[in-house]
């Protein structure tokens, strides 16, 4: 089983991001995905989530109206768009697989907004 989130960086305030999270060893289109992400002084914070086909979403109300979560089941991806973004974005942003008792997590991906 593996999880790994791409598409990290620094970007300026304002800026947009796309997160990847390409899953691999698990029947990923019957998992509900999640995004969670992590500072220091936060601690870890979900921010996103959607369901096995993609057409019911959640999102923090930190970021309603600026990111957006997708799937691709044909490709065992799940991605998280990312507008606007602002300094208290930054973090580790971590992707979660979920199925009952089963919950799988990859590495992180580390987002820094700022000038």
């Known amino acids: 089983v593996q999880l790994v989130e791409s598409g990290g960086g620094l970007v300026r305030p304002g800026g947009s991001l796309r997160l990847s999270c390409a899953a691999s060893?698990?029947?990923?289109?019957?998992?509900?995905m999640s995004w969670v992400r992590q500072t220091p002084g936060k601690g870890l914070e979900w921010v996103s989530a959607i369901n096995t086909g993609g057409g019911v979403t959640y999102y923090a109300d930190s970021v309603k109206g600026r990111f957006t979560i997708t799937r691709d089941n044909a490709k065992n991806t799940v991605y998280l768009q990312m507008n606007s973004l602002e300094p208290e974005d930054t973090a580790v942003y971590y992707c979660?697989?979920?199925?009952?008792?089963?919950?799988?997590w990859g590495r992180g991906t580390q987002i820094a907004v700022s000038s």
């Open positions: 979660n697989a979920h199925l009952r008792e089963y919950d799988y």
């Open positions: 060893g698990f029947a990923f289109s019957n998992y509900d």
